[in-house]
């Protein structure tokens, strides 16, 4: 079994975009796949949220949300806001090694960026990374900004030491511009982490067959099948 914590330089840059074709991907090479999201923000009880996007584009069926919080905030200050418990640490540390007990691959994708805090004190997925002692995959930008950004976000995992499996481009542009070009080259260069991939701005709207069909050709083959389908 293994666990690979999905995680961005910021909110909307397509973690669960990625989470879903790195889900699809797995599910695809025969593996049994479970996703978590530990703490959805911005959306009612009742309301479809990232864990449903994951399920009708990957048709991975087992994804477990450990909170939500109405809000569109970070996790911590939407609970605060909320009155509703705060997540603990622990807990999520609990429920992602109960699912790695009973499947190949446990996907766990975070909050926002990477140092969000998700809950009581102040724990980020830093810490989940931490105790699962699972390396992260950075979800970026195409554009410019991504630079800097990216960078933040691998030099706050090395500090950390998380390691880092990847950079993986949220939503890459039907017709990239100069930073986008330039970046493919730039983003590996100034990490020090594999661009592992990138998907086609668009791909969310994909039919869920043509999605899962897909997902693993937006992936370097070589990448997946030593962090994902190997399981
Ligand atoms: N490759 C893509 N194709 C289509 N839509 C995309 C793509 N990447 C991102 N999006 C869209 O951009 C928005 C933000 O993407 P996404 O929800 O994956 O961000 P996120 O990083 O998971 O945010 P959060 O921090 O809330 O979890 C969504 O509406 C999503 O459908
Ligand atoms: C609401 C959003 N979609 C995410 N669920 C939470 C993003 C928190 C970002 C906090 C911050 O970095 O300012
Ligand atoms: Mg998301």
Same mark, same amino acid.
């Given at each position: 079994m293994s666990i690979l914590m999905v995680t961005g330089?910021?909110?909307?840059?397509?973690k669960t975009v990625v989470t879903a074709a790195l889900a699809a991907a797995a599910r695809e090479a025969g593996l049994s796949v479970a996703v978590c999201k530990p703490a959805q923000t911005g959306v009612a009880p009742g309301e479809p949220g990232d864990l449903a996007e994951v399920t009708r584009l990957s048709?991975?069926?087992v994804v477990v949300e450990l909170a939500r919080y109405p809000?569109?905030?970070a996790p911590d200050t939407a609970a605060r806001r909320s009155g509703l418990p705060m997540l603990r640490c622990d807990d999520v540390v609990e429920a992602v090694r109960g699912l790695a007990d009973r499947h190949d691959l446990v996907l766990v994708e975070g909050a #926002?960026? $990477?140092?969000?805090r998700m809950g009581a004190e102040g724990f980020t997925l830093v810490d989940l990374a931490l105790a699962l002692g699972a390396p992260a995959v950075v979800v970026a930008a195409a554009?410019?900004?991504?630079l800097n950004h990216t960078e933040l976000t691998t030099r706050a995992l090395a500090a950390a030491g998380v390691a880092c499996a990847g950079a993986v481009i949220g939503s890459w542009p039907d017709e990239p511009g100069l930073a986008e070009r330039c970046n493919l080259d730039d983003l590996p260069a100034v990490t020090g982490v594999d661009l592992a991939g990138s998907i086609p701005a668009g791909? #969310?709207? $994909?039919?869920p067959a043509s999605f899962a069909a897909a997902a693993s050709t937006w992936f370097d083959g070589t990448w997946l099948k030593a962090t994902v389908t190997a399981g």
């Open positions: 330089t910021s909110t909307d840059v397509g048709g991975v069926t809000e569109p905030l #926002g960026g $990477l140092l969000v554009g410019l900004g991504t791909s #969310g709207r $994909l039919d």
